[in-house]
Nanobody, 122 residues
Framework: VQLQASGGGMVLTGGSLRLTCAASGRTFSRDAMGWFRQAPGKEREFVAAVTWSGITTYYASSVKGRFTIGRDNAKNTVYLQMSSLKPDDTAVYYC????????????????WGQGTQVTVSS
């Protein structure tokens, strides 16, 4: 199983980026998919998740209203549209999938992808 994340880069404060994660090796159409991030010197933290149907989404409070998660089960892909980016959003973003997770103690992913760097400069 592979989760291939792409779309990271460097933007100015207030800018936007769209992350994409394409899964291969198994289908995740009945599993949650989502994103976590890890900033330098900090622990990995939950960012967003979407349930298998794509109907229910969960967000960390720090990104709610600025980030939007979506998925395309036909493509086995999850997206993260990030807007109004801030320097505090600078981190390596990791795609995750499998089972059920929604941040906090609500489960944890079974699979992790490699990270993609997002850097927001002021």
């Amino acid at each position: 199983v592979q989760l291939q994340a792409s779309g990271g880069g460097m933007v100015l404060t207030g800018g936007s980026l769209r992350l994409t994660c394409a899964a291969s090796g198994r289908t995740f159409s009945r599993d949650a998919m989502g994103w976590f991030r890890q900033a330098p010197g900090k622990e990995r933290e939950f960012v967003a998740a979407v349930t298998w149907s794509g109907i229910t989404t969960y967000y960390a409070s720090s990104v709610k209203g600025r980030f939007t998660i979506g998925r395309d089960n036909a493509k086995n892909t999850v997206y993260l549209q990030m807007s109004s980016l801030k320097p505090d959003d600078t981190a390596v973003y990791y795609c995750a999938a499998g089972g059920y997770f929604a941040g906090g103690s609500a489960g944890s992913p079974s699979y992790w992808g490699q990270g993609t760097q997002v850097t927001v400069s002021s």
